[in-house]
């Protein structure tokens, strides 16, 4: 059919499309549904994860389901080693026997005050410092303390006591002198701080 007027190549031209579907979403949709897997490579995902196969672990190994006790473990931690030590804070006319510790070893260099290895009991400790030559007027008191390092823990007792002379084999400083001079590390400086308390 055509307009008056029109040539049967305008007729052509203008002639009218098919009926769209009512809804425009419903091929989308349907595609969507579909699932979608290359064809190349879809097959080979599950390759080999059958009942009993094993997994991967982190180093690389495969480890088989079911036996946790061959997945890589974490080392146990090292534990810290104990040491006992029996520390001498001695007084003699106001001024306090220290020592320098080796240059090699913990607190290499560092200052320190008189020290022994192990717990010693009262009498034992009044005998080592008469064995030193420090003959003690009294014993003032002895306290406990610990102090932990990286690898190692110290646990102390401190003595306290004053001698009648004061032996070469030390050196003797006044509290001011400590402070400005000698920097205590903290395992000794624990006792230090108790001196103002004796």
Known sequence: MTTAGASPQASR????CPAAPANPLAGAKAALRRPVRP???GPQ???GLGKGSGVF???GGQCPRGHPERLPKKSPKREKRLEEKTVFILECQGRYALGRRGDKGLLAGLWEFPNLEGLLSPQQA???LEEWGLHPRNL???IHRKHVFTHIIWQMQGVYASVEEPREDFTWMAPEE???QAALPTAFRLFWEE???V
Request: glycine share 4%; charged share 45%; proline share 4%.
């Open 195 to 197: 001196c103002d308390h």
């Open 126 to 128: 009044l005998e080592r």
């Open 13 to 16: 031209r203008f002639w009218p």
């Open 140 to 142: 003032q008191k002895i």
């Open 39 to 41: 064809a190349d490579r």
């Open 45 to 47: 995902l599950h390759k």
């Open 57 to 59: 672990g982190v180093d």
């Open 178 to 180: 400590i402070e400005e």
